[in-house]
């Protein structure tokens, strides 16, 4: 079995673009790369023995729900376990995050995130956040150091998913 897909979940700036947002495109293009992307490590045995960790916003609705599960139907077609994860905050810590020095040279420096906490009060009040169903862990990092969610994490994965059995897996193939 391939090592598993790790989807973290979360608003912006609580976890660490081709065209705009505002594109009618904008979705089926993401939806179209995401798929390449998983079509290939599907069939490619030399992505076997990684883990891939991908961060995303999505909130319960149903665009939410057709991402998540493109993301969950890759894992299925690659064979190996789909584990969500959601990470949340109270919203001062969150407008704090998206505030931060650090992100903040990350936008100066070209990286696209989102800094505007008038965008943030408006999707935490417009919507939830998407809460997958299978092997959820659920982490609230208000008062958590980066580090202490890191192990968590890991504690949670390696408690899913033993590498060993993965690569026995691949080498019957």
Sequence with gaps: MPAPFVYINSW???AGAV????SPHYQDLRFQLRQALFDTLAKAEDTFPYVYIFTDVQADNPLGHRVVQQFSDAARARNCLFIPIVLSCDLKTNAQRIRSEERLKLVDGGKGMLTDLGVLDEM???WEILKCEEDLLELDVSDMAP???AVRIVRHLSELWKPEQSMAGNKES
Excluded: H, Q
């Design 124 to 126: 935490r009040a417009k």
């Design 19 to 22: 065209l705009p947002r505002s």
């Design 12 to 14: 912006p700036g609580v």
């Design 147 to 149: 580090g202490e969610a």
